[in-house]
């Protein structure tokens, strides 16, 4: 570890009552980050950092006395249920290796997991393993052997905080990852794991055209060493379908699906490969693809990637796709299977919104909108299309008052904010309520006063209500801005009946003018 004190009592706190001890090796804190393990009653020590994760691992390995070893970062917490697990897991009968333990990525401090990984975090001591690699570390068999007898588990996991977005730490994190990257590159330029990392790491920034390079590069490697069937492999393609996805390259996604090997198909892959196909217009392959990503169990067992993909990722995207096709009855069934999943996911709720609405379950299609409007964080083209639905499903059913609370909630898709005012204010006068048909008309000029249609609606609604002077001075205040020459007329007909002759004329003259060109 290294200035892990923000992140330290969490993780040794996690500890205690489940190992028999705890080794810390710091590569050079500053930052009291040695006295808090030693708080913890952790033995620790130091080690010279020479770009390698590996050696700093297996310095601590060495200094393990126990029959068994977990290793976890100071950025990680360690979870069991039932509690006891751990102790268990090394008291089974059979005696493997070790034992594959998830680490759950959190992307924000509210828990939410952005992708999970199954390492082997737990093995037996004193068999001469030895970790590998400068910076995505791994343990070997003292002969390089991958061979090895490992059992999945679910009762004890990991909870990883070091992916949370900072912006001191990650800047940081990024740059030293990737001088580590360009090291071991040079160490072996032709090594398939690290081009996927290199990979991996752009596609974790979004910078999907250089990492899908990178990522073809692996599989190409990869191919070229034998298809050694290594942990890796599966994620390897995943991200790359992905990234070819990005870059909307659809064709490129399913062709690279072509080439994975069946024993690591993942859900990660089948759901990207599947949307790829969708939108190439391949209905029946997207159709087997997603469902399978969620349907087959027996692909879930798979070393890395996003939980979503075998749940509402998969269900999401088949409801979009009956949607598409005109089948609002089975989308809205899709949609309904994935709410559990993620009950405030956007997506999910537009397309109960959408179905619900096509099959005229219109209360139902409101309370969903409605419910898309009020989420915190996300994007906001989704509230607009939830206020175009609900003003839609106003207009339709001859129910003003929700148009006007779609309007008055905020932009509408396909609506310009001006016009949306306009159509606010014609709704209040229509429920008469002339208050809010003024109070509306007179903000949406303040905000948008380059707007004539505003002014002049503005004006022929204080004309009629015997405001001459007030409609005169609105529409003389658009005279500012280009104005066309209805807004003349208008300005010279109030003008007219105010006894202001020469002023009439002159704002005549313009229209003339215009119409003669």
Excluded at 76 to 105: H, M, S, Y
Excluded at 117 to 146: C, K, M, P, Y
Excluded at 386 to 391: D, E, F, H, K
Aim: hydrophobic share 40%; proline share 5%; charged share 25%.
């Amino acid at each position: 570890m290294k200035n892990e004190a923000d992140n330290l009592d969490r993780c040794l706190n996690s500890l205690q009552g489940k190992v028999d001890e705890i080794i810390v090796v710091d590569t050079g804190s500053t930052d009291g980050s040695i006295e808090i393990a030693q708080r913890h009653g952790a033995r620790t020590s130091t080690f010279t950092w020479c770009d390698d994760f590996a050696a700093a691992r297996n310095a601590s390995i060495e200094q393990a006395q126990g029959d068994w070893v977990l290793w976890i970062d100071a950025d990680e917490e360690l979870f069991e249920d039932p509690p006891g697990a751990i102790r268990q897991l090394v008291d089974w009968p059979d005696k493997p290796e070790g034992f594959l333990v998830t680490c759950r990525n959190l992307t924000d401090t509210e828990g939410q997991i952005n992708s999970q990984i199954r390492q082997w975090r737990l093995f037996q001591n004193h068999l001469g393993l030895r970790f590998h690699g400068r910076i995505h570390e791994h343990l070997v068999h003292a002969d390089g052997s991958t061979e090895v007898n490992l059992l999945f588990q679910d009762a004890v996991w990991i909870r990883h905080w070091g992916y949370i977005p900072d912006p001191e730490r990650t800047p940081r994190k990024r740059m030293r990852n990737a001088s580590l990257l360009q090291l071991a590159l040079e160490d072996d330029p032709n090594d398939p794991f690290t081009h996927y990392n290199i990979g991996k790491q752009f596609a974790a920034h979004r910078e999907f055209e250089p990492g899908l390079q990178a990522l073809q590069k692996a599989i190409e490697l990869w191919q070229a060493r034998g298809r050694v069937p290594q942990a890796y492999v599966g994620n390897m393609f995943a991200l790359a379908i992905n990234a070819a996805l990005e870059l909307g390259n659809n064709q490129l996604s399913v062709d690279i699906e072509a080439q994975v090997p069946e024993s690591v198909v993942s859900p990660d892959i089948l759901f990207q490969a599947g949307v790829a196909w969708m939108r190439l217009g391949k209905r029946e392959e997207a159709y087997a693809r997603l469902m399978r990503a969620w349907q087959d169990t027996s692909i879930r067992l798979n070393i890395e990637g996003d939980p979503a993909s075998c749940t509402w990722r998969p269900l999401a995207a088949l409801a979009q796709m009956h949607l598409d096709s005109g089948e609002p009855e089975k989308a809205y069934e899709f949609a309904k299977q994935a709410l559990p999943y993620g009950a405030e996911l956007p997506n999910l709720l537009y397309a109960m919104a959408v179905s619900s609405a096509s099959l005229h379950k219109y209360d139902e299609s409101i309370a969903w909108a409605r419910k898309i409007i009020a989420l915190d964080d996300i994007n906001e083209g989704y509230r607009k299309q939830a206020r175009r639905l609900m003003y839609n499903i106003g207009q339709g059913t001859s129910q003003p008052g929700l148009m006007v609370e779609a309007l008055a909630s905020g932009e509408i898709e396909g609506i310009d904010p001006a016009q949306g005012a306009l159509t606010v204010a014609q709704t209040h006068a229509s429920l008469g309520d002339v208050q809010q048909q003024y109070e509306t008309l007179d903000a949406a000029c303040r905000e948008y006063p380059e707007n004539a249609e505003l002014r002049l609606a503005l004006a022929g609604f204080l004309e009629e209500q015997g405001h001459a002077a007030e409609a005169t001075n609105v529409l003389g205040g658009g005279l500012d801005y280009p104005a066309p020459p209805l807004l003349y007329a208008r300005l010279a007909a109030l003008l007219t009946k105010q006894g202001r002759l020469e002023d009439a004329a002159n704002a005549l003259a313009v229209v003339e003018r215009s119409m003669a060109r």
